[in-house]
């Protein structure tokens, strides 16, 4: 394609991208705001031979359509259809799954490395947005490739600012030169030259810092060993193509600085990005509905927190919020708004996050932090060396757990329950509903000692938190059916599946409440009066509550046949939670059957039969 016909391409793919999502719902103001920089990208490059790695991965629609999945993307993060963000395989032009942030950096010189030892000749490019740039992980790949000198590209798209007359004349002027290959040659020419005149060599790399410096903000790079090139406008193609081609063949480690606008293009998504981040279905034309004047909505466990945060500060001037970038997604926004002085953003730094908290609960303060289950997986170091070892008073509030849903296998909580319960001086709790998710908060907060209370994406049944701190006795779990033969120990968000499951069984139910420390009097008395008893979790099974009820039972010497029931050992694909839930049986039929089958292949033995063998 020539290129005086790729402005009219960009225009038509962003018209194509914004009515796509608008009918199927996904991430919209990302992908918008990377139209120019993804065309540019792939009409320079020899892709996927130069492997292209999207950090996170949000952004990644536009790569999708241009790469020969145009008409499949009505289906993204749907059951059976595309996957969310790049996924190794979905397609060849997808380099390095993602889904977590600050990853590509680290990728791309993984495979610029790997393309050096088997000979081969190639361009590694990471494109990676300036929230991603907050992570420690981003600066430790940074440091590491400058002392390499490997053909890495490094693309730092920054989207917080908007591209002044200034910036989109001087700067890309400046960016053309520094970037040409008359530049390159001189400079590179110069260094072997000067070698042998140290003092003046000195000289000239700090008047070439000078200049750089006066004019665009990349000393820091260039200590780190890089060539800064930038800022550029990132949705001028002319000036990206032009600065690409020059790029193309400079050898050793460089970083772009492209200044692009998240939602470019759809006047709703530039004015509100946060708000057109992540979408459902909409009318392009009138944007997303505001909420005032539609029915209220069932609250979600995430309300419930937001909630409870804001009423639990204003009782305890102790109380300290920390999220890792997710105040809207974690619900902070009341409690950033009320108590700004004792609201902290840390950022795309989860590990920063949990050692920031046990800092300031080793001084008597007592932090909140918030966080996706999936997220704090990046920090459990952080959990076990700086918080349960000192056996500090933090409370996780860790949302999204269990299945999630569109996002897939990247954001599930599969694992959180697992993880957790090995660590010494923890109390992990899982609430059944939304009343007892806001007892379970005040409990962990009050705890003196490591707490978290695990809950899952979306509204449970609708029950009523009320505005009370109270609290729950720690490590009791209560019967909430009485039945016969079958015992039912359920852990969290699957207790009203159970229970329905339940009335066809005539099962005892128990809603356990605490993974640890278990109810472990609750459960000898089960096993003592019932021919079965069945653990049921949305959490992985290998390591998580029904591991710790078999643990304790064989402890004690109880023979009771035990049926563990959880997500399967494989990672969950994307589609709806109900979707998910149904595919790992862990809805009121897939929990009535797998019941039913297990017994019928005579696992279960007669009460009587087994207190004769006794």
């Known amino acids: 394609m020539p290129e005086s016909q790729l402005p009219q391409l960009a225009s038509e793919l962003r018209e194509f991208i914004l009515e796509s999502v608008s009918q199927s719902g996904g991430h919209l103001a990302s992908g918008l705001g990377v139209i120019e920089l993804t065309i540019a990208l792939h009409y320079v490059f020899d892709t996927p031979n130069d492997p292209l790695v999207w950090d996170v991965g949000h952004q990644c629609y536009p790569h999708k359509v241009l790469t020969g999945r145009r008409e499949q993307l009505t289906t993204i993060r749907q059951r059976g259809g595309l996957a969310g963000f790049p996924n190794i395989d979905e397609s060849e032009y997808d380099a390095f799954g993602a889904g977590h942030s600050s990853t590509s950096i680290s990728a791309a010189l993984g495979m610029a490395i790997a393309a050096r030892a088997q000979g081969k000749k190639q361009k590694a490019i990471a494109v990676i947005g300036d929230g991603a740039m907050t992570a420690g992980m981003a600066f430790e790949a940074l440091n ?15 989207n917080d600012m908007s591209i002044s007359p200034n910036v989109g004349g001087l700067s890309n002027y400046f960016t053309r030169v520094l970037s040409s290959h008359l530049y ?23 008047a ?5 410096g006066m004019v665009m903000p990349g000393t820091l790079f260039e200590e780190l060993g890089f060539n800064y090139i930038g800022p550029v406008d990132g949705h001028s193609l002319p000036t990206l193509l032009r600065t ?18 998240k939602g470019k293009g759809y006047h709703h998504a530039e004015r509100e990005p946060v708000r057109y981040h992540g979408v459902g279905q909409f009318d392009r034309h009138a944007g997303i509905p505001s909420s005032s004047g539609k029915a209220a909505a069932k609250k979600t466990y995430t309300d419930v927190f937001s909630d409870w945060l804001c009423d639990q500060a204003a009782a305890d001037a102790r109380l300290m919020g920390i999220t890792p970038a997710m105040r809207e997604g974690s619900g902070l926004v009341a409690f ?29 303060s007592k932090p909140v ?14 959990l076990i060396h700086d918080i349960a070892l000192q056996n500090l008073p933090v409370l996780l509030a860790i949302d999204r757990g269990g299945v999630v849903g569109p996002d897939g296998p990247t954001h599930a909580g599969s694992f959180d329950l697992a993880f957790l319960r090995c660590v010494p001086n923890m109390v992990i709790m899982a609430p059944a509903d939304e009343a007892e998710c806001r007892q379970m908060l005040s409990t962990g907060f009050r705890h003196n000692g490591p707490a978290a209370v695990r809950y899952p994406r979306g509204a449970g049944i609708g029950a009523e938190p009320g505005d009370t701190l109270d609290t729950l006795p720690i490590g009791k779990g209560e ?22 499951a339940a009335e066809k069984l005539d099962a005892t139910v128990a809603n356990m409440r605490f993974v640890k420390p278990l109810d472990e009097a609750l459960i000898l008395d089960l096993a003592a009066n019932h021919d079965h008893l069945v653990t049921i979790e949305d959490g992985c099974i290998a390591g998580g509550a029904g591991s710790a009820v078999n643990e ?10 035990l049926l563990n029931l959880g997500l399967p050992d494989r990672f969950l694909a994307h589609g709806n939670r109900e979707e998910l839930l149904a595919d790992a049986g862990l809805d009121a039929e897939g929990i009535y059957s797998r019941i039913c089958t297990h017994i019928a292949a005579g696992n279960c033995i007669p009460l009587s039969s087994r207190i004769a063998s006794r």
């Not at 400058?146 to 798209?157: A, H, M, Q, R």
Request: glycine share 6%; proline share 6%.
């Open 244 to 261: 690409l081609k020059n790029l193309r063949d400079m050898p050793g480690p460089i970083l772009l600085h492209a200044v692009t606008k």
């Open 336 to 364: 950033s708004e009320r108590f700004p002085d004792r609201y902290f953003d840390v950022a795309i730094a989860e590990q920063h996050a949990l050692t920031l908290a046990a800092g300031m609960a080793i001084r008597g």
């Open 369 to 382: 932090v918030a966080i996706y289950s999936t997220f704090l997986q990046r920090a459990y170091d952080q």
């Open 184 to 206: 390159s040659t001189v400079r590179e020419e110069s260094k072997r030259l000067l070698r042998h005149l140290p003092p003046i060599e000195e000289f000239a790399r700090r």
């Open 144 to 158: 590491h490739a400058g002392g390499l000198k490997e053909d890495l590209l490094v693309i730092l798209n920054d």
């Open 479 to 500: 019967v909430v059916r009485k039945g016969s033969k079958i015992a039912l120990l359920v852990f969290g968000a699957p207790l009203p599946a159970a229970l329905e």
């Open 552 to 561: 304790q039972l064989n402890q004690t010497g109880m023979t009771t046949p």
């Open 208 to 212: 070439e810092e000078h200049m750089k």
